[in-house]
């Protein structure tokens, strides 16, 4: 479901919540859906229960999951995941693009590259 890179600069609690608006955005998590409790996710991905529930929290406060006392944390369907999704999405080309920069390519060469992956070619090319 998701995966945790422990080597990354990114805070756990960060990669999880991508991982469930990406998931969600995939369409592999619909509205309704019920996530993990925090404990079986925690023991699944080797983690401190505190960071799941920090995650869950985040998604909580920007509309992507709601929790039922008692019953669980359960998939939101209202624009407000639309919305984190779409933020999400913006801030991880935010990211890659400062990435690329930073690593030496030109404006030209990555606006090159967006129009290639919009025509459904590889950005490699």
Known sequence: MI???YKSRVPIY??????IIRLKALG???????????RAMAIDLGINPNTVQRAYNILEADGV?????GKGSFISDDNKAAD???SAAKNTFRQAVEQARQAGLDEATLKRMIDTVFKGGNADD
């Open 84 to 86: 984190a999704i779409l």
């Open 28 to 38: 592999v998590l619909k509205a309704g859906d019920k996530l993990p409790s925090v």
């Open 3 to 5: 995966t945790i890179d």
């Open 65 to 69: 999951i709601y929790s039922v006392a």
């Open 14 to 19: 960060d990669q999880i919540t991508g991982g």
